[in-house]
């Protein structure tokens, strides 16, 4: 299992916790942590930890959970990185903060490039989901693995060529249980993956 490996360059810049406006910050944690409680962040049991989100705090800028966080069962601003320059053709980004980015920064920054609408994103492992929805809902190829510039590009692709703008919701299909949703804040990005998961738990 290669899960929670970051595949691209990354230049960490150790630094500080971020200041974020109290009510981002509140809405940062009270959504982790509701992800975390409905087991679309978590660990297996390897050890190996999955599930991440961001927000956008600028243009070009976004705060993500860091690297190896979701076996956390609740998060501060020390598990946070900001990520303020990346280039997907050559596989890099930079990142300022107490922790080392997620390993799927790269594909977040491909969805940020994609609408300047898109605020939040999160990136969750839902194996029922996963199953059932791969192919019906926009999804990625599965020879497409998780954190490369190939995956930066699928969100490209599906924003294009699939509904995925208007459903906010894809499936990974080369990263096993891997599902991502976005939206204009955290609720509205959570909530096409919540749905879903409701939706599952009543059939």
Request: contains cysteine; aromatic residues 8%.
């Amino acid at each position: 299992m290669d899960e929670g490996v970051i595949k691209f360059a990354c230049d960490w810049q150790q630094a500080p916790p971020i200041a974020l406006d109290p009510v981002a910050l509140q809405a940062l944690i009270t959504w982790r942590d509701r992800l975390f409680q409905c087991g679309a962040i978590g660990v297996y049991p390897n050890g190996i930890g999955y599930g991440n989100l961001s927000i956008r705090l600028g243009i070009d800028r976004f705060l993500i959970s860091g690297t190896q966080t979701g076996h956390l069962t609740s998060t501060g601003l020390e598990h946070y990185t900001l990520v303020d320059r990346w280039e997907i053709d050559r596989n890099w980004l930079h990142c300022w903060g107490p922790i080392c980015a997620s390993s799927e920064s790269l594909t977040h920054a491909a969805i940020y490039q994609l609408d300047p609408n898109i605020r939040a994103i999160i990136h969750g492992h839902c194996p029922a989901l996963w199953n059932q929805e791969r192919d019906r809902l926009p999804t990625t190829r599965a020879t497409v693995p998780y954190g490369t510039p190939d995956m930066a590009r699928e969100m490209a692709r599906l924003f294009t060529e699939s509904p995925l703008p208007e459903c906010r919701i894809l499936v990974m299909a080369g990263h096993e249980d891997g599902v991502l949703s976005f939206g204009q804040d955290l609720e509205t990005a959570a909530q096409p993956l919540l749905d879903r998961l409701a939706a599952l738990g009543a059939s």
